[in-house]
Nanobody
Framework: QVQLVESGGGLVQAGGSLRLSCAAS????????MAWFRQAPGKEREFVAA????????FYASSLEGRFILSRDNAKNTAYLQMNSLKPEDTAVYYC??????????????WGQGTQVTVSS
């Protein structure tokens, strides 16, 4: 079974950048698709980005306008979310997830505890 631990969240000014990491334990990390979701205060959790387990094919929520980049290093059992040109509306708890892939939350059966990202204006 894979366990996930997120890190890299924090407080940043609008226009700044952060890189989130999702470290996985377990030998089968490379068999899972990885994704990031986020939940802003008072809102439902929403899809951010996902990456396939084999060829590293990525796709993103259209609302991100190309500001985020998702990558993975299977040798290090880690996925990364590079977030650029951050906006106050990006403020949320960001969750890493592992599963079958796609943007549908029930497709992911393993979740991290979340990391807070706060963007000040």
């Amino acid at each position: 079974q894979v366990q996930l631990v997120e890190s890299g969240g924090g407080l940043v000014q609008a226009g700044g950048s952060l890189r989130l990491s999702c470290a996985a334990s377990g030998r089968t990390f490379s068999s899972y698709a990885m994704a990031w979701f986020r939940q802003a205060p008072g809102k439902e959790r929403e899809f951010v980005a996902a990456i396939s387990w084999s060829r590293g094919v990525t796709f993103y929520a259209s609302s991100l306008e190309g500001r985020f980049i998702l990558s993975r290093d299977n040798a290090k059992n880690t996925a990364y979310l590079q977030m650029n040109s951050l906006k106050p509306e990006d403020t949320a708890v960001y969750y890493c997830a592992a599963g079958r892939g796609g943007s549908y939350q029930p497709s992911y059966n393993i979740w991290g505890q979340g990391t807070q990202v706060t963007v000040s204006s």
